[in-house]
């Protein structure tokens, strides 16, 4: 799927298209109605569609120093927008530029001018131009006086309240991926470059494959039960440390994993781990033959979840 940005008009064959204007962080199922809606407008229309997403976040534009949230890369969501059915992907970099766009220029100039929409999706609580002075009303009227339509949807909730990108943060913060990929229709992921480490791991018999955490949320310290994506389709499964293992000194923040039977180089690949479970916190230990020990233990325990997690229907 193509990858396109806010600098330059998007090609011709794309203009005229439905957009699918929001952040996206996570791609759960509130924004997956809103895509979802998109693609049957387009579809119905005969027209292209295309996934608007914001980057950086505007958060972290406004606010530089608050921890690390995202959800997903721009990568991860790309494949997720292609598997929805969007033809392209279009990237909004959220700069000084566009954080001082008013209302009416970004409906004039971004959508209409650059991006060629037609027909614009949105949810419910979609805000935009400089100040926030933009909602989904002003979208509409801004839009129906230069032949621009618009379609704001409603969140998805369930027994708990509307789904969103904050209540899956709290759950992986909380050390419940469970809830996290219930809310997300798909486990949590974490995309990123094996890089090389200390390689302490391999002399106890734990190679494993680190990962720096980047921009990510940093999901509740400790040990989870994973399974890892490949680039050429294979699925390992394994257990993972997420931390700055306390026992090492110095502390360094990564997220380790350790793949079962499997003794292949992954240096400088481009994988994902998925968070399956929660094991326990991390913890310091006193040698490497107490780690040792408790590693024993921890992967055994991730074999167990593992297998009745691939069990399921």
Request: hydrophobic content about 40%.
């Amino acid at each position: 799927m193509d990858r396109l940005t806010c600098d330059h008009p998007v090609p011709e064959a794309l203009r005229g298209g439905v957009v699918a204007l929001g952040n996206f962080d996570g791609f759960h199922r509130g924004h997956q109605a809103v895509v979802g809606a998109a693609i049957a407008h387009g579809r119905a229309a005969g027209r292209p569609v295309l996934v608007a997403s914001f980057d950086p976040h505007p958060v972290r534009y406004f606010r530089p120093d608050v921890p690390p949230f995202r959800l997903t890369s721009l990568d991860q969501r790309g494949d997720l927008f292609a598997a929805a059915g969007a033809d392209a992907m279009l990237v909004f970099n959220f700069n000084q530029t566009l954080a001082n766009v008013s209302a009416g220029d970004f409906v004039a100039d971004w959508l209409i001018g650059r991006a060629g929409a037609a027909h614009i999706v949105t949810g419910e609580d979609f805000t935009f131009g400089k100040g926030r002075s933009g909602n989904v009303a002003v979208l509409a009227e801004l839009g129906a006086a230069q032949g621009l339509t618009a379609q704001a949807i409603g969140p998805v909730s369930d027994e708990h309240g509307p789904i969103s990108s904050s209540r899956i943060r709290d759950a992986l913060i909380a050390g419940d991926p469970a809830e996290a990929a219930r809310l997300l229709t798909r486990p949590y992921r974490i995309q990123g470059v094996v890089q090389h480490g200390d390689k302490l791991g391999r002399t106890i018999g734990y190679p494993t494959a680190n990962i720096d955490m980047d921009r990510y949320l940093r999901p509740k310290y400790g040990i989870y039960a994973v399974r890892g994506l490949l680039a050429d389709g294979r699925v390992l499964h394994g257990a993972a440390n997420i931390g700055i293992r306390p026992t090492f000194d110095p502390p360094k923040e990564l997220l380790e994993t350790h793949f079962f039977d499997f003794a292949e180089s992954l240096y400088d690949q481009c994988v994902e781990i998925e968070l399956i479970a929660y094991i326990r916190p991390e913890a310091k230990f006193d040698g490497l033959d107490a780690l040792t020990a408790q590693m024993d233990k921890d992967c055994i325990e991730a074999k167990r979840i593992l297998a009745g997690y691939e069990a399921k229907p």
